[in-house]
């Protein structure tokens, strides 16, 4: 059985900050790329941010230069700084890992089960 268990989530006013952790536990063999998306009221769930396992960072356009994602491979966790906080990054944030549960096992998506962010201007 594989969790992964989001952490940080809150209401800040804009402009403040947030971190997001979400560490995946249970039976792994390797975790590959892990990530954040998010999802607005209203809206379809949207990537924010990538990071491969050898910590290669992407970024949703909407974030760049506001976003950090880090990853801690030795506790399967990954990160999410979130910086000048707009009351547009309102929305449930989860985490994304593309991972292995044995070594002749296929990758497959899992995901947290969410985290809200919400930020008052």
């Known amino acids: 059985q594989v969790q992964l268990v989001e952490s940080g989530g809150g209401l800040v006013q804009a402009g403040g900050s947030l971190r997001l952790s979400c560490a995946a536990s249970?039976?792994?063999?390797?975790?590959?790329?892990m990530a954040w998306y998010r999802q607005a009221p209203g809206k379809q769930r949207e990537l924010v941010a990538a990071i491969s396992n050898s910590r290669r960072p992407n970024y949703a356009d909407s974030v760049k230069g506001r976003f950090t994602i880090s990853r801690d491979n030795a506790k399967n966790t990954v990160y999410l700084q979130m910086n000048s906080l707009k009351p547009e990054d309102t929305a449930v944030y989860y985490c994304n890992a593309d991972l292995k549960i044995g070594r002749w096992s296929a990758s497959e998506d899992y995901w947290g089960q969410g985290t809200q962010v919400a930020i008052s201007s």
């Open positions: 249970g039976s792994i063999f390797s975790i590959g790329a």
